[in-house]
């Protein structure tokens, strides 16, 4: 099994940054493509970047494309999130999933998750 925590979200200002930590424990954290997804309140699970086993693919979602950047670092089994310019409409729980293949767009496809961060960005 693989054990996720997040951390780093918080209450900002739209305009503001945070870089969201994804720590990993248990199984070889470099084994597996990882996700980032959020989540607002009545809406759907949404993906929101994702980044390949060694870290040298990442790919981020239209909708934040420009302003977040997802990383990783193997040596230290975490992951990371690093959101600029942010906006209301970013405000959700923000959560990371790994799988054991290359990452995938689609949640469904992801085996371990972490509990979640809350991001609230005020206008």
């Known amino acids: 099994q693989v054990q996720l925590v997040e951390s780093g979200g918080g209450l900002v200002q739209a305009g503001d940054s945070l870089r969201l930590s994804c720590a990993a424990s248990?199984?070889?954290?470099?084994?597996?493509?990882l996700g980032w997804f959020r989540q607002a309140p009545g809406k759907e699970r949404e993906y929101v970047a994702r980044i390949s086993r060694s870290g040298t693919s990442t790919y981020v979602a239209d909708s934040v494309k420009g302003r977040f950047t997802i990383s990783r670092d193997n040596a230290k089994n975490t992951a990371y999130l690093q959101m600029n310019s942010l906006k209301p409409e970013d405000t959700a729980v923000y959560y990371c999933?790994?799988?054991?293949?290359?990452?995938?767009?689609?949640?469904?496809?992801?085996?371990?998750w972490g509990q979640g961060t809350q991001v609230t960005v005020s206008s």
């Open positions: 248990g199984r070889t954290f470099s084994n597996y493509g």
């Open positions: 999933a790994v799988r054991g293949f290359s990452s995938s767009t689609d949640y469904r496809d992801y085996v371990y």
